[in-house]
């Protein structure tokens, strides 16, 4: 299936965050990703099921890589463990750290932006914790 037949997977917003976020998928070092359950609800989207397939778009908004989710399950943010933290590839030492960047991010200007306010976060705040595996990488990208 093309990337073009498939809908887009945007990590956070372009720039440094998203470029970190592709790099490390392509790598292997991120198998999982989370999103604020708020957001999809927001959006009007239906939250992702193991199986779906998505086209993970660059800064860009070029493709660079295709991934199918493995497991999705929407839980507390105080629910997400060490093992999950690691798996999102950025580094968390453990589920604690995991959780003070995504409060930061989920509080930040482009959320609130996009939500039309502040959300509450918290340990009971409803995020979509996805795993996924990479089932193709994307096209050749020339410099």
């Given at each position: 299936m093309a990337h073009d037949d498939l809908?887009?997977?945007?990590l956070a917003f372009p720039g440094p965050e998203r470029?970190?976020?592709?790099?490390?998928?392509?790598?292997?070092?991120?198998?999982?990703?989370?999103?604020?359950?708020?957001?999809?609800?927001?959006?009007?989207?239906?939250?992702?099921?193991?199986?779906?397939?998505?086209?993970?778009?660059?800064?860009?908004?070029?493709?660079?890589?295709?991934?199918?989710?493995?497991?999705?399950a929407t839980v507390p943010m105080k629910e997400i463990d060490d093992a999950f933290a690691h798996a999102e590839g950025r580094g968390y030492a453990d589920a604690a750290q995991w959780r003070t960047a995504h409060e930061e991010f989920f509080r930040g200007a482009g959320v609130s932006a996009f939500l039309g306010r502040t959300p509450v976060i918290d340990g009971e705040t409803l995020v979509v914790a996805q795993r996924f595996r990479v089932v193709?990488?994307?096209?050749?990208?020339s410099g």
């Amino acid at each position: 299936m093309a990337h073009d037949d498939l809908p887009a997977l945007e990590l956070a917003f372009p720039g440094p965050e998203r470029d970190r976020g592709v790099a490390a998928i392509l790598r292997g070092e991120k198998t999982a990703l989370t999103g604020l359950l708020e957001i999809y609800e927001h959006a009007g989207e239906a939250v992702p099921q193991a199986g779906a397939r998505f086209a993970v778009l660059d800064s860009a908004a070029r493709p660079a890589a295709t991934i199918e989710l493995t497991e999705v399950a929407t839980v507390p943010m105080k629910e997400i463990d060490d093992a999950f933290a690691h798996a999102e590839g950025r580094g968390y030492a453990d589920a604690a750290q995991w959780r003070t960047a995504h409060e930061e991010f989920f509080r930040g200007a482009g959320v609130s932006a996009f939500l039309g306010r502040t959300p509450v976060i918290d340990g009971e705040t409803l995020v979509v914790a996805q795993r996924f595996r990479v089932v193709e990488p994307g096209e050749p990208q020339s410099g």
